[in-house]
């Protein structure tokens, strides 16, 4: 039995919505962190339940559609897909909540340096997880290769972040501990900008029926 | 249409077959560091490709098996949970290119000390991921939740280990370059055994019909 449109526009409705709480989730740990407020940190932590509320209830629309429409081919696809997408979605949030937690021990110690670099990451991760969501539920492949593309702006910018900071360590051991927790931040956003390019990896798969995340960014033609 | 008895041991033994070659990246990714071994480090990142072949293989199979059977109830489940632990088992294997890329790395520099808490994660991180595969192919709860409790030992560690290197590179700022790689490392085995946390969690839904992914373990009833 086919899936009828209004079902598909629900679980993307839902997909969205949970996206959408993702994003201000990331924002908000970074933001926690640049402007040291420790208040909004606590409040993304304390909202996460929210977003893992949104995984359950995907997940089990996703295996209720399976289970009385027993779809085939794209439709089959589509749902498979948007399982495996929630989980990535949960991750990533996962790591705002581990941002917020660093910002809460940065806040309580001196500042160490103005945050330049780390702004500019998270901006870059938050756009890649959105555009790959809406490529997912308007099956754009150029867009999933868009993010794609991306992350390694996203690995340079926390390349040269490492860098700058075990700079700073060595000149100056006082900094070691502030250092380290900002170094795990850059982690984090480097890894939620890996969830996002995995999320656009299995779009470009489910549209092109063609397995991708294997593959060098080059070896790919649209 | 129910899935077969040997359908569904065709799909066990693939999922077993690629958790041995996850096992032996982790166990070889952490012997090229503590022997000092970079052949092996380039062995583990050249033959990463054989464990994203699987992730293909069974991601594939599951479809068709969805298609095909269109299986309702607990076949639907265990297949779907499948599709989901064979992208967490493909994770896994990519921190161990990690270890290993950061293996060759701190190879080249003068030993920072010997590694004791390292090997001793990793011995419980692969043995996590070992019991998570094996309590989904057996449907063992009880081994699930044992997956899950052994997650706590790991971050234990994580956290002695982080800890002494802050020591270290506080000490002397010389070493700040190495103790960070190390870091990585800890983080990476910290992360393999979350991904095996996220198995058992999904094997403990599977077979309770109950999600418990977002419950702190004290909420859970065997």
């Given at each position: ?113 103005p945050y330049i670099d780390i702004p500019r990451m ?59 927790k900002i170094s795990y931040v850059s982690k984090y ?12 990896e299995m779009v470009v798969y489910m549209v092109k ?14």
């Amino acid at each position: 039995m086919p899936v009828r449109e209004d079902e598909l526009k629900h679980l993307n409705g839902m997909l969205l919505q949970m996206a959408g709480l993702v994003e201000t989730s990331i924002r908000e740990s970074i933001k926690s962190l640049t402007e040291r407020n420790s208040e909004l940190a606590r409040k993304v932590i304390e909202e996460d339940h929210k977003i893992n509320t949104y995984d359950v209830r995907i997940d089990e629309e996703c295996i209720r559609l399976l289970a009385l429409k027993q779809p085939m081919g794209k439709d089959l696809r589509f749902i498979t897909t948007a399982m495996k997408i929630t989980t990535d979605l949960e991750r990533i949030a996962d790591n705002a909540v581990n941002i917020s937690e660093r910002a809460l021990e940065l806040n309580k110690e001196p500042l160490l340096k103005p945050y330049i670099d780390i702004p500019r990451m998270r901006e870059i991760a938050q756009g890649m997880v959105r555009d790959a969501i809406d490529a997912f539920v308007n099956e754009d492949k150029r867009l999933a290769m868009d993010v794609i593309m991306r992350d390694d702006e996203v690995d340079d910018l926390n390349d040269i972040v490492l860098k700058e900071l075990m700079f700073i360590m060595t000149q100056d051991p006082s900094t070691v501990y502030r250092a380290m927790k900002i170094s795990y931040v850059s982690k984090y956003l480097e890894r939620i900008a890996d969830h996002a390019t995995n999320i656009a990896e299995m779009v470009v798969y489910m549209v092109k029926g063609k397995i991708i995340r294997h593959m060098a960014p080059r070896e790919i033609e649209i």
